[in-house]
């Protein structure tokens, strides 16, 4: 079994203040050490659980002053038996899928959407630029996001760990019993109720190795048979201008764009670059 993680920073166990999530406050290299030892523990899961081969990326932009974008974990730290891909922008690192070697994803530090309530950190992609991202009506997670970019290449999705928020939007979405990790519970979203992140690392690699024992768990490969129209609504028109330059992506308000495609991925890639 090869695993893909799609790793996160803001759904962590410890992890409440964006000061944790990049910038120069000591508070960051807190983060970084929380959020490495967590990726460990899904990976430790995964290996016990049988998986043959795990590649996990750094999801996590956090272009804060000081912040160093996809490289937030500390490489010495990290655990044998996994590789780990850094530097590479969000979603956009589809190899494995595009090649067929990736036989199920799961999330490590997912955080919910912009808007919900006691979503710990809650955003959408960007927490100042954008506003909401919507599938043929339906406000989506960035989690939704990777589970639809993966169920595009049918590959299904096995496991979550996060806040509470973030593991019942995706549970939802997906209409599917996962495993969860739910490391921490909002009070707000700069509050939480949380475990001691030894605690939640245990959760972690215990949902993880259970995850992969248990494929009848596994939400099937994200699919729909409409046409996928993705709105993304932004904060200003600055911000959707220039992605209306893109070829696809079609301005239908002041700071609102467009695209379609048969996939999800097929639209999604038209307003979503990975150096753009
Ligand atoms: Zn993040």
Redesign the pocket.
Same mark, same amino acid.
């Given at each position: 079994m090869r695993v893909v993680l799609f790793c996160?920073?803001?759904g962590v166990c410890g992890i409440q203040s964006w000061e944790q999530?990049g910038g120069s406050s000591p508070l960051y290299q807190e983060g970084r050490e929380l959020y490495t030892e967590e990726v460990n523990a899904a990976v430790r899961g995964c290996l016990a659980g049988g998986a043959a081969s795990v590649v996990a990326q750094d #999801?996590? #932009?956090?272009a804060y002053p000081g912040g160093r974008a996809f490289m937030n974990w500390i490489p010495s730290l990290l655990a044998a038996g996994a590789e780990y891909v850094r530097g590479y922008r969000w979603s956009s690192y589809v190899e494995p899928l595009e090649k067929g070697e990736c036989d199920v994803i799961g999330f490590v530090g997912a955080?919910a959407r912009a808007g919900l309530e006691n979503a710990v950190l809650s955003h959408t992609v960007n927490a100042d630029g954008w506003y909401s991202v919507s599938m043929n009506g339906q406000e989506i997670s960035e989690s939704a996001i990777i589970a639809a970019i993966a169920g595009s290449f049918g590959v299904p999705v096995g496991a979550i760990a996060g806040d509470a928020a973030a593991c019942d939007e995706l549970s939802a979405f997906l209409g599917s019993d996962i495993p969860c990790a739910r490391v921490k519970m909002g009070l707000g979203r700069y509050a939480v109720r949380m475990l001691a992140p030894v605690a939640a690392r245990a959760l972690v690699e215990e949902t993880f190795r259970t995850a992969m024992r248990s494929r009848e768990r596994w939400a099937p490969p994200y699919t729909t048979r409409d046409t996928v129209v993705i709105r993304v609504e932004l904060a200003s028109p600055d911000r959707a201008r220039p992605m209306a330059e893109y070829e696809g992506v079609t301005l239908v308000g002041p700071r609102t764009v467009e695209v379609e495609g048969r996939t999800f991925y097929e639209a999604w890639r038209k307003l979503w670059r990975p150096w753009s």
């Open positions: 996160d920073m803001e999530t #999801g996590h #932009g956090g955080h």
